[in-house]
């Protein structure tokens, strides 16, 4: 699988060289940008590959424009008129491939526009039953 598109605050002090509490401090004040996935704060990868000091000053839509490029499994679902459910399967399948970020599974848009969802299968039972009005 390719890098993963959201470190932990952990991997990403790791990676810049500081401490996790110094870390959290950047993103208390506004200064290292972050996204909430559920109940935990995510740091972007894009972020940690240009310079580290530049957080501050270059707007956060210009780093972070590769997390665009990610849906997740909700709006899969309703773009492709299927089931949440359906396209977790999917994934576990391996029909769709799609990254997991923190409890979040995201697919990028240029792999959705390459998945063919397999037919629906209709019902071969009739409509209404002999005996029964249309209402």
């Not at 993103?27 to 990868?45: C, F, N, T």
Request: hydrophobic content about 40%; some cysteine.
């Amino acid at each position: 699988m390719s890098e993963k598109l959201l470190l932990t605050p952990e991997e990403a002090a790791e990676l810049l060289s500081l401490s996790r509490s110094t870390l959290y401090r950047l993103m208390a004040r506004g200064e290292m940008p972050s996204h909430k996935v559920g109940r935990a704060r995510r740091v972007p990868r894009a972020l940690l590959n240009s310079s580290s000091h530049a957080c501050k000053t270059v707007p956060i839509f210009l780093l972070c424009s590769r997390v665009l490029e990610y849906l997740t499994v909700a709006q899969v679902a309703k773009r492709l008129r299927r089931h949440p459910k359906l396209v977790y399967r999917w994934i576990a399948e391996g029909r769709l491939k799609a990254e997991r970020a923190g409890s979040v599974w995201l697919v990028s848009r240029e792999t959705l526009a390459l998945f063919e969802p397999p037919p629906r299968k209709w019902s071969t039972r009739p409509k209404h039953r002999k005996g029964r009005r249309n209402r």
